[in-house]
T-cell receptor
């Protein structure tokens, strides 16, 4: 069974440009999460989808970030316009259930560099 | 503010030695989990310990949880070069949500 996949693995863009990250969860996992790690700091939660609905978006840093999960399958995270402080590694994870302690399976991450 | 904080930030040991990493957190939790990240790879779940548990084992891993001190430790016994990675603790909460709050991680280097 395929794990969580993310695309692209790396992205280098200039400040002010737009970037869209994609995450394909494990098939059948209704719950999808986005996290990011900035500059060697802690990994921070961004948001949680249950199917196509946003269950918790308390970690989204500002309105330059837009996450979607149309149809409840893959998800995209768009940053527009990108700023230097957005550089980091963006992780996606998925889980079968949403109860606390349900195992989350992580993708390899997308490394975003904003110049 | 950061929920989990690991120490040390970096640890360098020889193969065969034990590695101990600590994690502290600030608020009440439902569970605490440890993850490993090899360079360029995703996070791999190692072990979960619930708030009503004090110790858990999985192979060469031993995790303890002290809710009174809001701290946990991960012990890797008889370390191997393949254990070289970053290790993160993450806390989970009650209330129907499954989001995880991570610490900044400990970079472990195991030298042959």
């Amino acid at each position: 069974e395929a794990g969580v996949t993310q695309f692209p693995s790396h992205s280098v863009i200039e400040k002010g440009q737009t970037v869209t990250l994609r995450c394909d969860p494990i098939s059948g996992h209704d719950n999808l999460y986005w996290y990011r790690r900035v500059m060697g700091k802690e990994i921070k939660f961004l948001l949680h989808f249950v199917k196509e609905s946003k269950q918790d978006e308390s970690g989204m840093p500002n309105n330059r970030f837009l996450a979607e999960r149309t149809g409840g399958t893959y998800s995209t995270l768009k940053v527009q316009p990108a700023e230097l402080e957005d550089s980091g590694v963006y992780f996606c994870a998925s889980s079968q259930a949403r109860t606390s302690g349900t195992l989350q399976f992580f993708g390899p991450g997308t490394r975003l560099t904003v110049l | 503010s950061q929920q989990g904080e690991e120490d040390p930030q970096a640890l360098s040991i020889q193969e065969g030695e034990n590695a101990t990493m600590n994690c502290s957190y600030k608020t009440s939790i439902n569970n605490l989990q440890w993850y490993r990240q090899n360079s360029g790879r995703g996070l791999v779940h190692l072990i979960l310990i619930r708030s009503n548990e004090r110790e858990k084992h999985s192979g060469r891993l031993r995790v303890t949880l002290d809710t009174s001190k809001k701290s946990s430790s991960l012990l890797i016994t008889a370390s191997r070069a393949a254990d070289t990675a970053s290790y993160f603790c993450a806390t989970g909460f009650s209330g129907g949500y499954n989001k995880l709050i991570f610490g900044a991680g400990t970079r472990l280097a195991v030298h042959p």
